[in-house]
């Protein structure tokens, strides 16, 4: 298991991370042959060919269909009776399953599971589904829907947090919920009160975020198998983390673990939204069970969004203190968040939200007071970025606002603050590498952020935004200690060098990046490596694809992996080279002594050699982060939920948009995006710049367009489609100037890399609102900033202006 040194991983704050004089180059560690090669997704030429198999494609012999019957009556009615009778009498239904026959509740998070299969009593969201068919086709499916007659009693309707709140005396949404309240709680680090009485600068402002969907292309759909003879189920299906659907599967089934076998085809985009199982799953699975037959379940794409598991709308209120200088003294926030209708991610995004106040600046006195509430939406989950986009929207507003108000520039602003490798902050979560203070040097030079901003003509205008993002997540959602990430390396004169892990590629390419890693590793060729992932049967235990964790926790796995086969490696070769073991590197599929290059031998001879004498070659590799607990590191207290949002280390992002403001019809247009990256050594520069420009036009159609819409009265969904959910498409895409650091390296990570991809996220609506007030001189505290909100301000602009 990976150990950790803590004089390895911890340097005083501010000094250089890593040294780098004298040492010869084949004893490097930053001397990389196949980590940092710009090599093709190992999926790409399959995906390119059309020869990718989703779920959705998938067929066995038997097979039925699965379709859930939704409530698309009421979004809140107790369920007084479902007569399924005419439903079972159509010729071609094989089963009709209702939400009793599954009584016990799962979720992502243990303690707060509340959801069932289908829903029992009441339902609580508009389009939840009340019961569900296995037929011999769809059409016969559809059809038995129609037949199940559900009686209901309406009730009324809560689809604002705040209104939640206050009618919970009259209704509850959850009756084991009080105050209609998910989850509560208050974090205090420091004496804010007191370093608020000593700035020279204050601001308080209020700040609202929308709802928008990951938007994923390929729907939910799952196929499952009952073997009625053994007992076993075997589910394929489209999820992140196929260890968590493993766990909830067999508490809801009441099956072992050891019967139940996940495997996870191609996955058509995820960004969160398939981060936890999903009632497709459970229904095809129970189906399965009742039938004796395969039956799968693909959702239609507006069951996609009555399922929704996206990002919490947030109501958040900040306040943020500077001392005459401009150092940042304290930072109190208040954040209410909209659950919808069930618990899903909710109490780890709630207080991801609280911890993300901490950096990528040094905040000496921390307060939060965050809440979760239950109303009558879709339920909210996880999405890229989860918990980090909303508070970073309102501390880097609000930055450029204080800024303003002391005359200096917003630049110089971040500059003074920007915290610095070796940084401890308040709430005890450290950073052993950081290069922000470069990347924000990058990105203002590249961009010309100082000679643009507040000069360019009425329309035009630039602006700046900042994040960081966890990379390989301290967190796990149960109690265990058992370590996160597990490799099995093994070299046979059959497969060649094969790579076990149960991780999922959900596009983000994590497949492609563990080949280059075990290569590097193992000494050998990018293309020698063939990967065995996306099975509970076949791979070795991960826990899922969230959190940005996957390419550090496989990466140190696979290290130690490694190291056993090299050992032995190493020895057969000392014998047939006759030098010492501790004398010989490998690399390249060569291995050669450090002193006397003159001996050497192929790295496939010796292979040869060991297979023929102890047989196929084989290592385990794990990874468990540093537990570091969640205190004020001033008092020493444990706090409540403090140790959600830390990290083994850090990515970090800023952003430069530029804009155009169509003053006619309110429309805003990103022209150009320039970006700099802290994500340590790029394992593949060209995916990770990809991931980047993915990032940043994910969260510009959050900032300018996506918005799911829910009536406020009835609580239904308004727009479940990709026709009516606006989504950013090619015409949209803006210039991109991606300037990831080249030579940025972490000491703590394995290839010195960390996470990409959900850094890029957090700058993305600062840098926009920002921008937008730069051309327009209004600004805007809510996202989307949509066209009628952009006329609205510049008619009360104008108006305003007139009576001056």
């Keep these: 298991m990976q150990t950790w040194d803590k004089r390895e991983i911890e340097v005083t704050e501010g000094e250089s ?56 009556e009421y ?125 020279e600068y204050i601001l308080e402002r209020e700040f609202k975020t929308g709802m928008p969907h990951q938007g994923f292309i390929e729907p939910q759909s799952a196929l499952a198998s009952y073997d009625t003879q053994t007992g076993r189920l075997h589910v394929w299906t489209c999820n992140q983390v196929p260890h968590y659907v493993h766990v909830q599967m067999s ?34 699975c129970l189906l399965s069970r009742k039938t004796g037959q395969p039956v799968k379940v693909t959702f239609e794409r507006n069951e996609v969004f009555f399922n929704n598991k996206g990002r919490h709308p947030a109501h958040m209120k900040m306040k943020i203190g500077l001392d005459k200088d401009g150092n940042i003294l304290a930072c109190e926030f208040d954040n209410t968040l909209d659950k919808g209708a069930y618990a899903s991610w909710g109490v780890v995004v709630m207080f991801y939200t609280a911890s993300m106040i901490h950096l990528p ?107 960081n993002y966890i990379s390989g997540t301290a967190y796990t959602l149960y109690p265990s200690y058992k370590p996160h990430t597990t490799v099995l390396l093994r070299i046979d004169t059959e497969g060649g060098v094969t790579l076990h892990c149960a991780c999922t590629d959900i596009g983000q390419g994590v497949n492609t990046v563990m080949a280059q ?98 047989g196929a070659l084989v290592g385990i590799g794990h990874f468990s982060p540093p537990r570091r607990k969640g205190i004020d590191i001033v008092t020493g207290n444990r706090i409540q939920g403090a140790n959600i949002g830390h990290s083994p280390t850090f990515g970090f992002s800023c952003q430069v948009h530029e804009v155009e403001v169509d003053t006619e019809t309110g429309r805003i247009r990103v022209k150009k995006v320039t970006e700099s990256g802290d994500m340590g050594t790029m394992i593949n520069p060209m995916h990770a710049d990809a991931q980047v420009e993915g990032s940043i036009v994910y969260n510009m159609g959050s900032a300018l367009y996506e918005d799911q819409v829910i009536d406020s009265k009835t609580g239904e969904h308004l727009n479940p489609n990709f026709h009516d959910y606006k989504m950013p498409t090619v015409m949209e895409m803006p210039e991109m100037s991606i300037n990831t650091l080249k030579d940025s390296y972490d000491p703590t ?25 730069d051309a327009i001189g209004v600004r805007f505290y809510q996202v989307p900033i949509t066209p009628e909100m952009v006329l609205r301000a510049l008619k009360e602009k104008k108006e305003k202006e007139a009576k001056c």
């Design 749 to 773: 990570a394995p290839f010195g890399a960390k996470e990409t991809g959900e850094g890029a996220v957090q700058p993305t609506f600062p840098a926009i609102t920002n921008a937008v007030y």
């Design 251 to 284: 508490n809801v089934l009441e099956i072992p673990m050891s019967k139940i076998r996940v495997t996870i085809p191609t996955v058509g985009g995820g960004f969160g939204g398939k981060g936890e199982a999903c009632s497709n799953e459970f229904v095809a």
């Design 75 to 199: 979004a809140h009615a107790k369920i007084k009776k479902i007569d399924c009778s005419k439903a079972l009498a159509l010729p071609g239904v094989y089963a009709v399953l209702t939400g009793d026959e599954a009584p016990t509740k799962w979720g992502i998070v243990p303690h707060n599971c509340n959801e069932t299969v289908l829903a029992i009593d009441k339902v609580r969201y508009w389009g939840e589904g009340v019961a569900a068919v296995a037929a011999i086709d769809e059409e016969t499916a559809e059809a038995a829907l129609d037949l199940i007659e559900v009686e209901y009693e309406p009730l009324p309707v809560l689809t604002d947090p705040f209104e939640s709140m206050a009618r919970a005396n009259e209704v509850l949404i959850h009756d084991d919920k009080p105050g209609n309240i998910c989850h509560q709680g208050d974090q205090i680090y420091g004496d804010v009160d007191k370093a608020f009485a000593q700035c």
């Design 361 to 467: 600046y040094k905040v000496p006195n921390a307060r939060s007071y965050v809440r979760n509430v239950y109303t009558n939406k879709p339920p909210m989950g996880a999405m890229r970025g989860l918990g980090g986009v909303q508070p970073k929207f309102a501390f880097e507003c609000m930055l450029d606002e204080l800024a303003e108000m002391m005359g200096i520039s917003p630049y110089e602003l971040r500059m003074r603050n920007a915290c610095v490798s070796g940084y401890t902050a308040a709430n005890n979560m450290y950073v052993p590498h950081t290069e922000y203070k470069r990347c924000l040097q990058t990105v203002v030079e590249k961009s010309g952020y100082l000679e643009k901003h507040g000069k360019l003509p009425f329309g035009k205008g630039i602006g700046l935004g900042g994040g």
């Design 517 to 614: 890693m075990a290569a590097e590793a193992l000494g050998v060729y990018f293309e020698d490596i063939h990967i065995q992932s996306q099975d509970t049967e076949i791979g070795c235990f991960d826990l899922g694809t969230f959190a940005s964790r996957l390419t550090y926790a496989t990466g140190h796995a696979i290290r130690q992996a490694a190291e056993p086969i090299n050992q032995k490696l190493k020895e057969i070769a000392a014998s047939m080279l006759g030098v010492r073991a501790d004398h010989l590197v490998i690399k390249d599929h060569k291995i050669f002594s450090t002193y006397e290059r003159k001996y050497s031998i192929e790295w496939d001879k010796v292979v040869q050699v060991a297979i023929n004498t102890v």
């Design 17 to 72: 991370s890593y040294v780098r004089e004298g040492v010869p180059s084949y004893l490097d560690e930053r001397r990389f042959s196949q980590v940092g090669r710009k090599v093709p997704k190992v999926d790409a030429a399959v995906k390119a060919k059309g020869e990718a198999v989703y779920a959705d494609d998938m067929v066995l012999p038997g097979m039925l269909f699965g379709k859930i019957k939704r409530c698309k």
